[in-house]
């Protein structure tokens, strides 16, 4: 049976025919920890998701989704959410060079008793982005 628990995709581990893209995500991934870690370069589009991440945590693991790559840039246009077992808020870190969050996006880590965490290009109170955009009918919430 497939591990709900934990999904790592690394882009490093991935081949494909345009090369540009390091981790393209169309589809919906459920889990309670969702990885995805690109190299990419300054030029290239490392993490492009325009699917649906669901966190949904056990009871005994918190949820939380991880964005990350060093160089190149993470397009956003689809939705992320993460709510853990009590239905408090998850986390939700996007980290990368370049970062954009576009069209109608959701970025949702709230829930009925309590908010959670989103950090976006930034970790601990230090930036690692160097740009953020972010359209304006985008929705970001940690209520």
Known sequence: PLDR??????????????????????GMITACQIQCMADGNAYSLAIRHAGFLNAESSTEHRCEVRLITEHGTIGIFGAIVAENFDETGGKIHIFGEHIALFEN???DASSENGGGTISIGCADGSRLAETILIDEEVVISAD
């Open 105 to 107: 996006s959701t970025i």
């Open 5 to 26: 628990e934990k999904i790592s995709i690394l882009s490093s581990l991935l081949k494909t025919e345009n090369e540009e893209t390091g981790i393209d995500n169309s």
